[in-house]
């Protein structure tokens, strides 16, 4: 979902994950930033596909992206490993195991866990 999103969008999508924003303040954390009605455009965009929704506060609207963890989520780790990790998530969950300097046992249980789900899809 995240990922078909224009550049721009998936852009501004990710400012607005890190908490509210105008649409100047938007622009100000943009790279090579589009012009003030360009971003506004490209909220209005963001919010007819149900992924940002605003409120007025003053004389401004302020932006905030609407709660789809899960989706976000999903979405985000696929684009990291496609852009990190050749798109192997093998690659991936070995990099990820490699920062965890010390795993709990239940942590371990849960990847274990895990791990067996994904044989038995694989049957």
Not at 33 to 58: I, K, N, Y
Not at 105 to 113: G, K, S, T, V, Y
């Amino acid at each position: 979902m995240i990922a078909g999103l224009p550049r721009r969008e998936r852009e501004i999508f990710e400012i607005l994950c890190g908490g509210e924003a105008t649409a100047a303040e938007v622009r100000r954390q943009m790279s090579d930033a589009p012009s003030h009605s360009a971003v506004r455009t490209l909220l209005a965009r963001l919010e007819a596909r149900g992924l940002v929704r605003h409120r007025s506060d003053d004389q401004a609207y302020v932006y905030r992206s609407v709660p789809q963890a899960s989706k976000v989520r999903e979405s985000a780790l696929q684009q990291l490993v496609k852009t990190f990790f050749d798109g192997s998530a093998v690659s991936a969950a070995t990099a990820l195991l490699g920062i965890s300097r010390t795993l709990k046992p239940e942590d371990l249980d849960a990847l274990q866990r895990a791990i067996d789900e994904a044989k038995e899809r694989q049957s």
